[in-house]
């Protein structure tokens, strides 16, 4: 495909290969100890945080504040740092757990037996049970029953007219819709699940104890549907794995593992569904190639998860059990670790004009799904939904614009998130 001009990158917001920073963006302050404060609540847009490109500039490695938390960290912006951090056995995850660690949310999202925060090996049973679950063979048969449920939502869509909100009819619905589906959710608990779910991945300091809540209920629900299932099986992902006999998990393993799926299964496919809409629908040329030629939505769409910065900051942390060298930094035994794949999908290093939108490019491996022993584990499952909702996007409404001018788009500013809150569209 043509590649898109430097100027031009498919992300509007995105094209210099250092942004600037806005009016009234919140700047990282250096304090008089040489760590520099970072509430990562930049939210204009898809634009780049610029407070990260300040540290990509400054270096791989930087000591950082985050607005939670008792402790400073390390911040590790490099694709070789990152791919180092994710990776070496004296950086650990499990070792966070009872601490009040650095993070951006009032509340950890994290629960102490979740897969997101076991180390390997201990966490091999976990991860090599559910990704049986989320093989790309079986992903790729799951395929027919998300066609089948986007187009009905694209149904709605068009009986309801334009102008319609893509977000709302599409966005959140198809993520929420399939892992529910996949776990066995009853539709009638569907929509309070996704409402305790973006009330878990708050920002804001105020609502620490609705976030505590909204964790404590889906720890909960998901603990009354495993014991529900063990006596009553089903046909479903929960089931399956309640009845696997190799190393069998308990009742609390697999309540925080399906809410942990539920949390992951939402996030990444409802963002960037919104997102790379958006995205296409700002650069309308981009869009009219992709209905011209569908047979290169999967390398655009690669290269978009590469580009788009669909989450703020950085995520969870890791303890330093041992003094590790990290890209000429020595980081001591008990330092917090955290590692921005954001800045590594952008490192110069490792993509040639790495703020361009290329789908062109020589293929390399991109962070968007983590990377390690932590990848996630549901990342060919979002694939396939994004593959899904785009190509019949395209199909079924190819002169599709937004409805109304990108300035009057409100976008999400009180998670860790980020994407439209409403795409109005027209076709």
């Known amino acids: 495909m043509e590649r898109m001009p430097e100027d031009e990158t498919a992300c509007p917001d995105t094209g210099r290969q250092t942004p600037a920073r806005p009016d009234g963006g919140a700047a990282p302050e250096r304090s008089s100890t040489d760590t520099i404060g970072c509430p990562f609540d930049f939210s204009e847009g898809l634009a780049f945080d610029p407070a990260l490109a300040d540290l990509m500039e400054k270096g791989p490695v930087t000591r950082i504040r985050l607005p939670h938390g008792d402790s400073e960290a390390w911040l590790v912006t490099s694709y070789g740092g990152v791919q180092q951090v994710t990776t070496d056995p004296r950086l650990s995850r499990a070792a966070i757990v009872g601490r009040d660690y650095p993070r951006l949310t009032p509340e950890p999202i994290v629960s102490p037996e ?11 049973h976990l991860r090599k049970a559910v990704t049986q679950a989320f093989t790309k063979p079986r992903v790729r048969r799951m395929r027919p029953a998300i066609e089948q449920v986007t187009g009905a939502l694209l149904d709605e869509m068009a009986a309801h007219g334009p102008p319609a909100d893509l977000v709302k ?13 996949l776990l066995g959710v009853d539709p009638a608990d569907r929509a309070p699940l996704l409402q305790r779910t973006h009330q878990l991945l708050t920002t804001a300091p105020g609502r620490k104890q609705e976030s505590a809540d909204a964790k404590h209920h889906l720890r909960a629900y998901f603990g009354r549907l495993v014991r529900q299932r063990r006596g009553r099986p089903g046909d479903d992902l929960i089931s399956a794995l309640a009845a696997a006999s190799d190393e069998p998990l308990s009742d609390d393993e697999l309540a925080v593992l399906a809410m942990t799926l539920l949390l992951s299964g939402n996030d990444t496919a409802t963002c960037q569904i919104s997102n790379i809409s958006y995205t ?9 190639r992709l209905v011209e030629h569908p047979e290169h939505l999967p390398e655009v769409l690669d290269e978009l998860l590469r580009i788009i910065p669909f989450r703020k900051g950085v995520g969870i942390p890791r303890l330093a059990l041992a003094d590790v060298e990290i890209d000429g930094t020595l980081v001591r035994a008990g330092d917090f670790v955290h590692v921005s794949y ?14 361009a939108f290329d789908p062109d490019r020589p293929s390399r491996p991109h962070m968007t799904f983590g990377w390690g022993g932590h990848h996630c584990v549901a990342a060919p499952l979002a694939v396939e939904e994004l593959q899904v909702a785009l190509g019949a996007l395209l199909t079924r409404f190819p002169r599709l614009r937004l409805a109304v001018p990108r300035s009057e788009l409100r976008w999400d500013t009180e998670t860790i998130r980020r994407f439209p809150l409403e795409l109005p569209v027209t076709w």
């Open 169 to 181: 009819h599409l966005s959140l619905k198809l993520p929420h819709h399939t892992i529910c589906e």
């Open 342 to 355: 954001l800045t590594a999908n952008r490192d110069p290093e490792v993509f040639s004009r790495p703020h």
């Open 280 to 288: 296409l629908l700002t650069q309308p040329q981009w869009w009219d």
């Open 114 to 124: 979740s897969i997101n925060v076991i180390d390997p090996p201990d966490s091999q």
